[in-house]
Structures are given as C-alpha cells and as structure tokens.
C-alpha cells in the first residue's frame, strides 16, 4: 500500500508541477523545489546519483562541486560535465575544488571505476574542462550556502575535503544549510577500497571527515557502506540490466560506463545491482522511502593502526553528546528502483 501511494504521488508530480508553472496557485504549489548542490567526486555511482537528481522535477541542482576521490579532481570535473552532457544539462554550474584531502593523501578507485572514473568508456565527443567555472568549488560552496540561507540541501557523495575547507573558511557554513546528506562511513567496521575497517570516501580523508562530523549545525543524515551492500536496499541484477537497456540516452550513457562491471563474473555472482551513491540521493530525495533510521552521535578514528578513517558509532550513548547524525538503515527498494529507472528515461 505505501509503496502504491507512493508511486501515486510520484506520476501525479509532472502535471503538478505543469498547472503550478501555469497557474501558480497555492493548489498545485504546495511544495517548494528542493535547491540542492552536489559535492562530488564523480565515478560511475556518482554519475548516476546525479542523472537522479535531475530526473526530478521538484528538484533544482543548482550547481556541482568536484573533488578528489575515485579520480583526480581534474578527471572527476571532466566526467561531471560528461554526465551532464548526457542529460542535455550542460547549463548547471560545474566548479573544480580540492585535489588532496587536508593532509595532502590521495586515494584512487581505478580498479572498480576505471583509470578515468566512469568505466574507462571515453567518449570523443566530451565536453572540455574548461566549461568548468573559474570559481573554486570551496568558494562556491560558502556562497551558495550564504546566497540561499536555510533553503540549500547539500549531498556529498565523495571525500569531504571541500566541506572542511568551507567549514574552516566560514564558521557558519553548516548552519546556513537546510540539510546535509553524506553517503560515506561505515557502522558495522567494515572496509572497502584498500582499508580493513574504513569506508573509501572516509578513507580518502579522514581529517576531512571528522572536521564535518564535529561542525554539524543543520539536520544530517548519512548512508554507510554496509547498507549500500544489504541485498533487501537494492533491484536485482536482471532488473538493473532492464534499465540500462532501455532506449534512451542516459540509459545508453550508463550501460556504457558500467559496461566493464557488468562483463564480469562477480557482477553477476553478487545477485543484486550496488549504487552506493544513487542509494543516498535516493534518500535525500525522498524521505518517505526510508523504512528504519536512528539517530546517533558519530565521530571517525584517526590514530588506529587498522581503524584509520572508520566512522565509530556511539549507539549506548556513552559519549552524552547530542545525536549529529541520522543513520540511515534501510529503505524502500522498489521506491528506489523506480527513482533510479526515472533517472534513465
């Protein structure tokens, strides 16, 4: 029934949005576009995280951040535009930032995003780096959450350098946002990438991490590396190649850059289809899909000799400090899959 009700609401948004574009009654204007900035450090789940976002008409990306992460931060810009090429959007704001995390290591994930990052798929005809603004992503950042006080949500979907740097720059950074969503972290130890017990994107800036989890001022919320991987949070592998099988350009644009993936045995072995960074945009966007969160205080170790960049938990509440973050367990999956097949058509 939840799932019917929302699948409802959700082919009724186009034709609301239309008579609220035509009438601008309060009748069909009854909630505002969500302003949202990506930070980002676009490989292929990035990609798709954001092809979600755009899909959505209620939805208003007013720019994109790019950071270092499954690539360097030069490659990563290259691929935003890329994506927004695919979707004919190619008139979002698109600003460069931090090449290193805030001590200076770098991190690269070619061995499951390819040297380039989307899948070593290149297309001859991608846009050039240069359609990237001149503004830095940090300075971009500060004045985006100024210029939109308490309406900009924020989804960092890679290492947050550029988030502590803007923290750093400006105290009031995180409380002029409405909310953060973070996918990163881990709450059960487990590692991916080259580290036993630290998530990649938490790994690839450990410092970076920790400087947001202690200035956290709005409401915040996080998907960690081991819901992504629950097989009950995410379509099938058979459903997943329905998708990019349809006849369209963004679903061409993704079977390309996952091409790589799906050709090998392991893809198929998993039985189930792993977006991490769509499953945290999905979140954002629409909350009612989530089915458990808790709310806990969360902090990330930085002197383990194993445990470097893993995000620790304080679930007894032994710490007595106020929640900071909202940890998202579990979702919907066929409300999710149906946002992911939006992001396509």
């Given at each position: 029934m939840i799932v019917l009700a929302w699948m409802l609401a959700r082919a009724l948004t186009p034709i609301r949005s239309f008579l609220c574009r035509i009438t601008g009654t309060a009748t069909f204007c009854q909630k505002k576009r969500m302003k949202l900035l990506i930070d980002t450090d676009s490989g292929i789940d990035d990609a798709e995280?954001?092809?979600?976002?755009?899909?959505?008409?209620?939805?208003e990306v007013v720019g994109i951040t790019c950071v270092h992460g499954n690539t360097n931060v030069h490659q990563v810009t290259k691929n935003v535009l890329r994506t927004l090429q695919a979707a004919d959007r190619l008139d979002i704001p698109v600003?460069?930032?931090?090449?290193?995390?805030?001590?200076?290591?770098?991190?690269?994930?070619?061995?499951?995003?390819?040297?380039?990052?989307l899948g070593d798929a290149p297309d001859p005809n991608a846009p050039l780096e240069s359609l990237a603004k001149s503004e830095h992503a940090v300075q971009a950042l500060i004045r985006y959450a100024n210029e939109m006080k308490g309406e900009l949500t924020l989804i960092a979907i890679g290492p947050l350098t550029n988030l502590a740097l803007a923290i750093r720059l400006d105290q009031n950074f995180t409380s002029n946002l409405k909310h953060i969503m973070i996918m990163g972290g881990n709450i059960e130890g487990r590692g991916n990438g080259e580290s036993l017990s630290a998530e990649f994107n938490f790994q690839g800036d450990p410092e970076g991490a920790l400087a947001v989890f202690n200035d956290i001022k709005c409401p915040a919320s996080i998907v960690t590396?081991?819901?992504?991987?629950?097989?009950?949070?995410?379509?099938?592998?058979?459903?997943?190649l329905e998708m990019v099988n349809m006849p369209t350009k963004k679903a061409h644009f993704v079977k390309r850059i996952r091409q790589k993936q799906i050709d090998e045995e392991r893809f198929q072995r998993l039985g189930f289809f792993r977006s991490c960074d769509a499953l945290a945009m999905a979140a954002l966007l629409r909350p009612d899909i989530v089915e458990k969160s808790e709310k806990h205080y969360a902090t990330v170790e930085l002197n383990g000799s194993w445990t470097r960049g893993q995000m620790v938990v304080d679930w007894e509440g032994l710490l007595k400090k106020e929640p900071n973050l909202n940890i998202i367990m579990r979702v919907n999956k066929n409300a999710f899959v149906e946002l992911f097949e939006s992001a396509l058509r």
């Open positions: 995280a954001i092809l979600m976002a755009l899909a959505q008409p209620d939805v600003f460069r930032g931090a090449e290193a995390s805030l001590i200076g290591e770098k991190v690269h994930a070619s061995a499951y995003h390819g040297d380039d990052g590396w081991e819901v992504c991987c629950q097989p009950y949070n995410n379509p099938s592998v058979d459903k997943f």
